[in-house]
């Protein structure tokens, strides 16, 4: 009697053991699927004590969108949190200035328990309250930051320019509302036609002081930004005006990015910028090429932002590329800052990228990389611009005269044969075994693809002759009317001499195909034969 | 034998075990870096097209049985496959993420320069070719499957449903079209020359150039030039190559990580047995010979113990007889003496009454003798 009670007592326990290993084993599984999905834009790390030198506790995350709802429903606006000074809303909590460890520890600690407190009494739910370190001092915190920059591109630019809530006092444009350079004389900053830049030019990732040598700082970008956009959308959002975000998630995350109305045709900026410019060396007695002339309009309406080209502000290239190559351009050459394929801002860079659009890629992929010749120097730095000794001692205005000239001249179409010089078929008869012969509609190819290009300027400007088309099959070959054929060049395969060329059949397969894929063409498939050249049956 | 000699006799056959080792494994060839004008195939899976033609070819001229589905079938891609008897090739296709289109690589042996499966194959049924190409000998295998184990590519196939001679199939890189001056049967027909053929070097050189023409188009990393040693098969691809299935296989060929323990084993099988039984003989004889010692020490002490004993004995006996005739003598001469003063009496007697007691005195000592 006692042995089997005492039985039935340890298959009790053992039960019992295993029923919490496998609770706790599913609470951890659980927890952890958890982790991943969270994902905010408004996820703040304060580390102002850290940054002091102090290594007490682990920064603090901070969830800014979740204080700005909580504050809202209370009926509070920024300023429960934000002081401002000088009708300007501070950007530091509840401050205008830091102070000493000491302080900020206990501003950041009295404030934020006083208030999570109050809203706990209030029954509200509410943030960790006094002795609860971990909760705000957690270096792994359970959500994650989808935080994703933001930048102003030409569409935003001209909302801000037509948006009839930006007002500036006795101006009739909005460009005050923002741009603004330092005036000395008035020491303060105003906003001077012609001279505005992206905020970057000034505004660098510190605090840097607005003259040399003197105490004004200027705000770093991320708090100018915010200083300026933010500010703005609050205070016209309290006027009852239409106006941009004003939580994080509003700019800071993918999903609102792609909700922003985009106006597709954007009036030109006004900013004194030429529609043409000669592209010059700094040292004119160095340069020994043609110098360039640059349709700056045209590339203007090509691009959402100015700064692909112009980087951080707004100036001229050889302003920080010269030939020699200085410490203002990164020691990035004249040469290199228009030539190197892997930057996107120069020209050479960003013109091979639009290669890459289907329209183009049926030729170009098949070109191997960087095949740049003679001929391609002359496409921009061609006879008819002027040579470094004639640009010496000529004004700014004739320059840009001469470039409008030269650019103007620029072919708008591209050059091509007439129709009864393109062959019409061409029979690719010289491999038929098991499939027939394929009659190839030349003709048509090339017309459709040249109709692909029509309206592009950069095909227009670049496929010079008019049998640089005619290269992207007829590869290698000189510019002729009447190129070489594939068998010219194509026979047996895997001949050692010949070293990678493809032998005729593969010579065919790969440049139709390639082409093909290239332009993204769903028809004829690459592996059905018969839509080339039907199945022999005999 | 002395335990210590024994321990100390074990341990040079130990060291010299040891050495062997080292010498074998120099000796193994892990310096091999191929045959110098070795073919190859080089597959460019951003010219594959996913046609299936190199599958039919193949099935051709190596008169394979026909497949259930025809070769023009390319639902049959649908589903990852693998080589098996009747299959010496398959194509697959592989969908990556962040491209739009399909991939399809080609696989079949990879002709490893240093066969993992010849130097698993202890009938040496593998050969590797000074083509380049791995070919195997039906006629030596004795079906153990070993090959298929060691082969990191899981390639070596067996014909399980033979029941009689089954044999393992694999692709033979078209060895006998090879010697023919015939190119392998896939790389003929293919019609992209995603397959191109020629001498492993050349090949190289080949791939090095597209990557280094075509930056955008390729991975630097040409998969079988290092890849268990090098393969005589190499594969260029847009995508990393484990995406399209190609394991991480170590540039160390199986055969140098196993011919240093390998090439130990005749050395353990050959002189491990010649040391041990002489040990052992060396031991067995010595205990003879102290047997035969203690044997020998045995008789002797016997043999002088009887001697001594014998002796003894005839001392004894020679000390008896002599005791025994000097008794007699003693006696004889105390008869004589007494019979001689008997005669005497008896003289004196007679000599007073009559003769007839002369006579009688006379016989007498000698019948007490």
């Avoid at chain 1, 290199?336 to 801002?345: E, N, T």
Wanted: aromatic share 6%.
């Amino acid at each position: 009697m006692m042995k089997g009670r005492s039985l039935l007592r340890w298959a009790g326990l053992l039960i019992a053991v295993a029923l919490v290993s496998v609770w706790g084993h599913e609470a951890r599984s659980s927890k952890a699927a958890g982790d991943s999905a969270a994902g905010y834009a408004d996820i703040i790390t304060i580390d102002i004590v850290g940054e002091m030198g102090s290594t007490e506790l682990p920064p603090v995350t901070y969830r800014h969108d979740l204080h700005t709802e909580a504050m809202k429903k209370l009926n509070k606006d920024c300023s429960a949190c934000h002081k401002t000074q000088d009708d300007k809303m501070s950007l530091k909590f509840m401050r205008t200035e830091d102070g000493s460890v000491a302080e900020m520890k206990e501003l950041y600690h009295s404030n934020c328990f006083a208030c999570h407190a109050e809203q706990a009494a209030a029954g509200n739910n509410t943030g960790p309250q006094d002795g609860q370190c971990r909760s705000c001092h957690n270096p792994r915190p359970a959500a994650n930051s989808e935080w994703k920059d933001v930048g102003m591109d030409k569409s935003l630019h001209y909302r801000h320019i037509a948006a009839k809530t930006i007002k500036v006092d006795g101006q009739d444009v909005n460009c005050a509302a923002c741009h603004h350079v330092y005036d000395e004389t008035a020491q303060k900053a105003v906003w001077k036609k012609n001279t505005e830049d992206s905020c970057r030019a000034c505004h660098k990732n510190a605090p840097t002081p607005v003259v040399e040598g003197g105490e004004a700082m200027k705000p770093a970008l991320n708090d100018a930004a915010h200083l300026a956009c933010v500010t703005c959308h609050v205070s016209t959002a309290t006027a009852g005006g239409d106006t941009g975000p004003v939580t994080c998630a509003g700019c800071h995350t993918d999903e609102a990015q792609k909700q922003y109305k985009v106006v597709a045709e954007v009036p030109r900026l006004e900013r004194g910028q030429p529609d043409a410019t000669l592209v010059t060396a700094d040292n004119l007695k160095k340069a020994t090429l043609p110098a360039v002339a640059f349709n700056h309009k045209l590339h203007e309406a090509a691009l959402d932002n100015c700064r692909t080209c112009h980087h951080e502000g707004i100036a001229t290239c050889t302003t920080c590329h010269t030939l020699a190559g200085k410490a203002e351009g990164n020691f990035v050459q004249l040469e290199q800052a228009m030539h190197s394929l892997k930057s996107q801002a120069s020209c050479v860079g960003c013109h091979d990228t639009k290669k890459q659009d289907p329209s183009c890629a049926g030729c170009h992929s098949m070109m191997p990389a960087s095949s740049a010749s003679q001929q391609s120097c002359a496409s921009c730095h061609n006879t008819t611009g002027f040579k470094p000794e004639e640009l010496e001692g000529m004004s700014n205005d004739v320059k840009r005269a001469v470039a409008d000239a030269i650019v103007a001249e620029r072919p708008t179409a591209m050059p091509t044969f007439r129709d009864e010089d393109i062959p019409e078929t061409v029979k690719i008869d010289a491999l038929v075994d098991k499939y027939e012969a394929s009659n190839m509609p030349h003709r048509k190819i090339v017309k459709t693809m040249i109709a692909a290009v029509a309206d592009s300027r950069m095909a227009a400007g670049f496929h010079t002759d008019a049998a640089t088309f005619c290269q992207g099959c007829h590869h290698n070959s000189p510019l002729s009317k009447t190129p070489p054929k594939c068998q010219s060049c194509h026979g047996k395969p895997f001949e050692p001499s010949k070293g990678d060329r493809p032998g005729l059949k593969a010579a065919y397969h790969q440049q139709c195909m390639g082409c093909h894929t290239a332009m993204k063409l769903e028809k004829p498939q690459a592996t059905a034969c018969a839509d080339c050249h039907a199945e022999r049956t005999n | 034998m002395h335990r210590r000699k024994f321990l100390s006799l074990l341990g040079g056959a130990g060291l010299a075990s040891a050495m062997g080792v080292t010498k074998s494994q120099a000796a193994s060839g892990h310096s091999f870096n191929g045959y110098p004008d070795a073919m190859g195939v080089l597959h460019d899976s951003t010219r594959c097209i996913g046609c299936r033609k190199c599958e039919e070819a193949c099935y051709q001229v190596n008169d394979l049985p026909k497949p259930e589905k025809e070769f023009k079938d390319l639902t049959v891609l649908d589903t990852k496959r693998r080589t098996d008897a009747k299959t010496y090739t398959v194509v697959n296709k592989y969908n990556t993420a962040g491209l739009e289109h399909p991939i399809f690589r080609k696989q079949q042996c990879n002709h490893c320069m240093e066969p993992a499966c010849a130097s698993a194959c202890f009938v040496k049924a593998f050969t590797k070719n000074s083509d380049g190409s791995v070919t195997y000998n039906g006629d030596l295998c004795v079906g153990c499957r070993y090959c298929m184990i060691a082969c990191p590519f899981s390639v070596p196939t067996f014909e399980y449903d033979d029941a009689f001679d089954p044999l393992i199939q694999k692709c033979t890189m078209c060895h006998p079209r090879i010697q023919e001056g015939k190119l392998p049967g896939c790389v003929e027909i293919c019609p992209k020359e995603a397959l191109t053929f020629g001498r492993r070097e050349d090949l190289l050189g080949i791939a090095r150039d597209r990557i280094r023409k075509y930056p955008d188009r390729y991975v630097k990393h040409i998969y079988g030039e290092h890849e268990a040693g090098g393969t005589n098969w190499l594969y260029l691809s847009g995508v990393p190559h484990t995406e399209l299935g190609q394991i991480e296989v170590g540039k160390t060929s199986a055969p140098e990580l196993t011919s240093g323990a390998l090439g130990a084993v005749p050395m353990v099988v050959g002189i491990w047995p010649v040391l041990l039984t002489g040990a052992y003989a060396i031991s067995k004889r010595k205990e003879k010979i102290a047997q035969e010692e203690k044997a020998e020490a045995v008789r002797a002490t016997r043999e002088s113990a009887q001697e001594e004993a014998e002796a003894a004995l005839k001392a004894a006996m020679d000390k008896a007889t002599k005791d025994k005739a000097a008794a007699v003598e003693r006696e004889v001469k105390k008869a004589v003496a007494e019979a001689e003063k008997a005669f005497e009496e008896k003289l004196a007697a007679a000599q007073a009454p009559a003769g007839e007691a002369d006579t009688g005195a006379g016989e007498s000592p000698e019948e007490e003798a």
